[in-house]
């Protein structure tokens, strides 16, 4: 019996759709719940995207926060990573970043998000390494 061309393409794409989802599933299990909560929100309710690229040296408003883990914990000698990152989003004018102005960052994070939402964004920036 011959099986028609139509359907060994259409076995073949159903293979490919299995196999690209169980890929989209390993990397988000790949996130901590936070981490993924905290994902959500930079793109979605805390408008952090609209300032900040995560593209190389592409800057909007602030700096690029591609690989944003790797240099938090030499922003300030006495604060971890986890801690700069804390302060970024809560105090931001405490630690002006090179090159970019103190002000435009939003101040109010600290009294419009919770706390959960904050380690939220510090438990994703933390995976931007
Ligand atoms: C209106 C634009 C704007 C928005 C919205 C904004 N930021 Fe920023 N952000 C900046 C600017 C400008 C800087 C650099 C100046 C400074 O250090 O305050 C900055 C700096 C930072 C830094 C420090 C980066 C480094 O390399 O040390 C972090 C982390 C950060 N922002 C996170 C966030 C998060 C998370 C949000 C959303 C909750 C957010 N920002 C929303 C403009 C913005």
């Given at each position: 019996m011959?099986?028609?061309?139509?359907?060994?393409?259409?076995?073949?794409?159903?293979?490919?759709?299995?196999?690209?989802?169980?890929?989209?599933?390993?990397?988000?299990?790949?996130?901590?719940e936070?981490?993924?909560?905290?994902?959500?929100?930079?793109?979605?309710?805390?408008?952090?995207?609209?300032?900040?690229?995560?593209?190389?040296?592409?800057?909007?408003?602030?700096?690029?926060?591609?690989?944003?883990?790797?240099?938090?914990?030499?922003?300030e000698?006495?604060?971890?990573?986890?801690?700069?990152?804390?302060?970024?989003?809560?105090?931001?004018?405490?630690?002006?970043?090179?090159?970019?102005?103190?002000?435009?960052?939003?101040?109010?994070?600290?009294?419009?998000?919770?706390?959960?939402?904050?380690?939220?964004?510090?438990?994703?920036?933390?995976?931007?390494?």
């Amino acid at each position: 019996m011959r099986v028609s061309v139509a359907a060994r393409l259409c076995a073949l794409a159903s293979i490919l759709a299995i196999t690209s989802a169980c890929a989209g599933q390993a990397a988000s299990a790949a996130l901590s719940e936070s981490a993924e909560r905290g994902r959500e929100l930079f793109a979605g309710a805390g408008a952090c995207r609209s300032c900040h690229s995560l593209e190389q040296d592409e800057r909007i408003i602030g700096p690029s926060l591609y690989g944003v883990a790797s240099r938090a914990a030499e922003r300030e000698s006495d604060l971890s990573a986890e801690q700069y990152l804390h302060e970024a989003i809560t105090e931001p004018n405490k630690y002006i970043v090179a090159g970019f102005d103190g002000g435009l960052m939003p101040q109010t994070y600290a009294t419009k998000l919770s706390n959960v939402q904050i380690d939220d964004l510090v438990a994703y920036l933390l995976t931007l390494k």
